[in-house]
């Protein structure tokens, strides 16, 4: 017994001792205060931005240190204290003469290496290679330098010193007390991470965006449906009305969509057609791009001339036809242009892979645009040694949180058995607040998609985020998702017995709302968060506290608005409709003063001390107010009360009982 107690009390001892201390197998940047070591950045740097970004690394690890009481030094390689030990911050000549060639690294890999007391911080920082249009502000999907050396900087941080990266901007990164900062002194490894690219349209590069793998393009094209680009109808539709589709006895485009576009289609039969598609790809190669994307038009429409019936033997099979057209331009680039990719979509007509050939060239990536287990199952027939991406639609739908963070680990977790080595979010990240955990589930998993998991990551966010007030946090999003979760596992549509598709919350968005934040939903949630605005200390924590209680107020005003309204027409009593009436004022209260008061009605609110994240994603009132006039991203509110003109309602009233 004796005996037994002596070993759990060593081994106890061996962990405390773990836990506040370096073992002996470590190199210690500092401790108790203290380091001997500086920071070294490369004396020069392949661009102005690129130098910029390097110098913020170097303040963020020296913020990393000052947190834990050390004071240390940033100098340029040729500058420094040659008595001192450094880390190594990019592409400094002491990483290249100890092995470390970022030059040669083809994605967003980096390396971590310790050489004596020195230690090596270094991925691939490559400028732009796309030039960019003047006064646009550079964006994710038309190209941003790659930055594999804030990847590696933000990794190591987070792995050694006690970083999080947790949000956008500087109240997003929260350090945690760290007083013995240390790497293994054996330290040598080369992170590869599985995804090439992981953006959405606006993204950007930021140390949240880079830690939390989310890599703009850099140099692939995502394309899309390129085909109008190649034959834009405003360029050809008058002098060569034969390149497009014949569509009931007329050659197309002599019709405009809503948007005011040419309706375009085309006549693949025709060999300029096929050659401008092709040349295309070559422009794009021209303007810098290493892979170029390759798609038909979204709405599809065949060609109905007999030339295009008989092309490539398929009949009427044009998913057929469309992929032996893109595998031909495939395989002329390959000869042609070898060191470059071809991305093409999986979409419409191309869903399922093709049925004449089981293989294609090395060159191809296939951008799946749909994920089901059973087009998965289809893919899984098909050889593609280039590999596939994946364009996804994880986040879109609105203000409100339209997913959990179950069904994001299920889906990234599926991406990587897939081998999917490149991801696009047709989303934006434009709620924070409800939704940040879920987000940085999303975006850590890609450091280890097979071996972390979800709830060790929320848990690491809420201990982060939230510190003081982590546990009614923990308990908030909780009850959150698991609300959530309903709208998730809920088919969106059906088939009924006579055969019509059939959505359940079709033009009635008030429905979901109120099933998901029920009376109970929102009470509790309104209380745990009291709770943790009560515990909150320090001023990082009340801001993530502020946005969190700003969108948690947005969603809690919409469904008090819905719960009324189901009341009222449950019981159209004079009393109910004044409360709802009462209701919908408090909404316009509380958008009104986020927005600016001209026509365009832009967001101008911030929280205070966080200028650098734009509430529901910088969207105008109109997007944000859920008003008829946008129906991208909302769902169906024209009909609910939220878009009322109360003012009127009650003159109406009044007019009507005669005051
Ligand atoms: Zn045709």
Redesign the pocket.
Known sequence: MRIKFLLWASLLAGLLALSVTASAADLVLAASGKSDYQIVVPDASPSPEIGQWLEQTARLIQDAFKTNGCEVSVAPEGKRDPAKPGIYVGDTVFARAHGVTVQAFPDWRYAHKVVGRDVVLAGRDQPCPIPQVADRKPIAWSGLPRLGTLKAAADFLRQYAGTRFLYPGETGVEFLPTPVIAVPAELNVVKVPPVLFNFTYWGQNSFYEMANNFFPSVDTNMGVHTWPEAIPADTYRETHPEYF??LGGKRCCTAKDYRGKWTEQY????PDVRELIYKELLDKIERGYETVGLGQPDGFQP???D??KALYGTGDDWGEKIWILHRDLAVRLRQERPDNKVLIISYGQTWSPPKSFHKFPDNVIVLLCRMTPEILNQWSECQVPGGFASYLYTFLGGYAPVTTPVDIEAQVKRLHAFHVRGAYQDSFYGNYGLMGPAIYVYGRLFDDPAGLRAKDLLQEFYDGAFREAAAPMRQFYDTLYHAVQFAVDFPPAYEDVTGRKRGHAEKDSMKRMTFIYSPDVLQELGSLLSQAEKLAASDKVKRRLALVRLEFDYVRHIATIGHLWNAYRVVPDPTLHERLLDAVDGWNAFLDPLFTPDKGRYMKYRIPGWPELVPFAGHSHYCVALTKDNLNYTGYYEHTPLNWNTAEIRKEKRGRSGL
Do not use: E, T
């Open positions: 589709a014949l006549c693949i039969s025709n060609c109905q001339c030339a295009c």
